[in-house]
């Protein structure tokens, strides 16, 4: 059916992220050395404007992550939604900054291609076992569970269906959780996006949810991307929740969340540590600095808190 090619193309975006990320760390513009076991090859150039917006969003998003981190001491969790094949739970441990558990969800087809390349792989599946103390690792086909990292299949739009999974496998709603969706919800309806916020809301006392997708759909530039995405199929289902900060913080102080900010990537870029902004704009020459600005300025990053144990996460910012 239709709605299955849609699903499908959504699913192919995890690999779009993946390549384009594993290209830009090929350049140096940050580390990863996990990502070459997701992506055989370094592939295809990509543009510098390009390699820089990846670099805003990772290490935008990691800021804020690991600023709750290190504000709960690590005695939280963290549920990246929509996943598809991140390396954070990788990071994370080599950086001491490991959360009690780390849960992913992304559809059951992403989750199964995820699991055997953690399987198949040394590096990856190394940390994994080194992090669990019991016989109990569960790694089949569809689903991964240890003590810290846990890969769950899931369609985002069921959330009853979503809540069970999770709370099968230990998710604890008392515990300090950082919750992470990165260019995922725009490809939910606004009424599906609010309800994994709503649901989010409604189960933590003690949260911080972090969302970075697209901003300023309805501009021309912003109709260009909508285009471009939807001539391979996929739709931007979420595009009218991408309108402006103010509807992206709105989707959060609508569904329970008592604190939103949101910035777009121009502003993030401009406030990240400079040094290193300063070394990533040497490694390659960029031509089109309007260019650059303009996909900046479509995309965002908005950021929600709920603070009942005063742990102080509604000051976390740039
Ligand atoms: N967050 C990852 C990143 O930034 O590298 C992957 C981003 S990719 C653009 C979007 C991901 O969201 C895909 O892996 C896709 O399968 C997942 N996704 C989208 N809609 C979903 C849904 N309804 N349920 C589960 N996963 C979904």
């Known amino acids: 059916t239709d709605s299955d090619t849609a699903d499908e193309a959504v699913r192919a975006t995890c690999d779009d992220a993946t390549i384009c990320k594993r290209f830009a760390t090929s350049k140096s513009y940050w580390k990863d050395p996990y990502i070459q076991y997701f992506v055989r090859s370094v592939g295809e150039r990509k543009a510098p404007e390009i390699n ?7 290490q935008g998003v990691n800021h804020l992550l690991d600023a709750f981190i290190r504000k709960a001491e690590c005695d ?20 001491n900054l490991m959360p009690r558990k780390f849960f992913e969800v992304d559809f059951p087809t992403v989750v199964a291609r995820k699991i055997h390349y953690i399987k198949t792989k040394p590096p990856l599946s190394k940390p994994l076992i080194e992090t669990h103390s019991t016989d109990s690792l569960l790694l089949d086909a569809h689903s991964l569970d240890s003590d810290r990292y846990c890969i769950i299949g899931a369609d ?13 496998f230990q998710l604890n709603p008392e515990l300090p959780t950082l919750l992470l969706s990165e260019c995922v919800l725009v490809y939910m309806t606004p009424a599906q996006s609010s309800n994994v916020v709503h649901w989010a809301a409604e189960t933590f006392h ?37 309108q402006s900060l103010e509807s992206q913080k709105e989707r959060f102080l609508k569904t329970g969340w008592e604190h939103a900010d949101a910035l777009d990537m121009m502003t993030v870029y401009s406030m990240l540590p400079q040094h290193d902004v300063g070394r990533i704009e040497r490694l390659e020459f960029l031509d089109e600095k309007e260019l650059l600005q303009q ?7 908005c950021w929600a808190t709920k603070d009942k144990l005063n742990l102080g996460n509604a000051q976390l910012c740039y």
């Open 156 to 168: 985002l739009r069921d959330i009853s269906n979503l809540d069970e999974k999770l709370k099968k």
């Open 206 to 242: 003690t949260a911080m949810f972090i969302n970075y997708e697209q901003l300023n759909m309805s501009d021309r530039f912003g109709q260009v991307m909508i285009e471009n995405l939807q001539r391979r199929q996929c739709i931007l289902a979420g595009a009218e929740a991408c």
């Open 76 to 95: 939280c969790q963290v549920i990246n939604l929509g996943a598809g094949l991140d390396t954070t739970f990788w990071r994370l441990k080599d950086e």
């Open 295 to 301: 996909l900046l300025q479509h995309y965002s990053i």
């Open 52 to 58: 820089r917006g990846y670099y805003a969003r990772v």
